[in-house]
Nanobody
């Protein structure tokens, strides 16, 4: 059974930083791509950042220049470094891995940014 487990969320003041981590287990192959999504209360889940197995990255306009996605040395690990956090970044952040057109999701980690 494939499991993705996120960690690193929490409460931070505006302007602060957090680093999210995601580790996958139960899978032998490497994900084609991994990504971070977020969902704020009353809003749809949105893509924050993604990274392919080859290292190509993509960011939502709202986080460009502030967030950095990277893959770890261990297979199927991904990080999200979040700097200059804003109250608008408050959401549950979900890790995603895609393999053979199947998407796998973590349970989410809460990020709360106070003003």
């Amino acid at each position: 059974q494939v499991q993705l487990v996120e960690s690193g969320g929490g409460l931070v003041q505006a302007g602060g930083s957090l680093r999210l981590s995601c580790v996958a287990s139960g899978i032998i192959l490497s994900f084609n791509a991994m990504a971070w999504y977020r969902q704020a209360p009353g809003k749809q889940r949105e893509l924050v950042a993604s990274i392919t197995r080859g290292g190509s990255t993509n960011y939502a306009d709202s986080v460009k220049g502030r967030f950095t996605i990277s893959r770890g040395n261990a297979k199927n690990t991904v990080f999200l470094q979040m700097n200059s956090l804003e109250p608008e970044d408050t959401a549950v952040y979900y890790c995603n891995g895609e393999l053979m057109r199947i998407n796998y999701w973590g349970q989410g980690t809460q990020v709360t940014v106070s003003s």
